[in-house]
């Protein structure tokens, strides 16, 4: 006597956006329930608020490293502008403007004297 055959499910393409347009259509909304307030509301995702009171019931935690991405970003630029600006004060100054030397800050003046 041979065994029955098992019937595979039809296979479907993921790659095809109209399949999966016809998925979210063939299929009904959820109902979704509020932690806080406890309305329910219906819908294909959950809302990241509540609609009727607005109680936020997202997952809140861990680290922004976006933020502090975006900070270290802003703190390079500033001082690469600081060290840019520097270093034209000195190529713009003219080279007479040098500082006195050592040994003509030793050597005492003529109006400094008597």
């Known amino acids: 006597m041979p065994k029955p055959r098992r019937r595979e499910p039809a296979q479907t393409s993921q790659d095809d956006p109209a399949e999966h347009i016809m998925g979210l259509v063939g299929k009904g909304p959820k109902l979704f329930t509020c932690p806080r307030c406890r309305k329910a509301y219906l819908g294909h995702d959950p809302l990241p608020d509540c609609p009727s009171c607005g109680y936020d019931y997202r997952v809140k935690g861990g680290f922004r490293w976006d933020v502090l991405v975006y ?33 003509t800050s030793f050597a005492p003046s003529a109006s400094a004297g008597e």
Do not use: K, M, N, Q
């Not at 500033?78 to 040098?98: F, G, H, K």
């Open 71 to 103: 900070l270290l970003s802003v703190l390079g630029l500033i001082s690469y502008l600081l060290v840019s600006s520097s270093y034209r004060t000195l190529i713009l100054e003219p080279a007479s403007i040098s500082p006195p030397s050592a040994a």
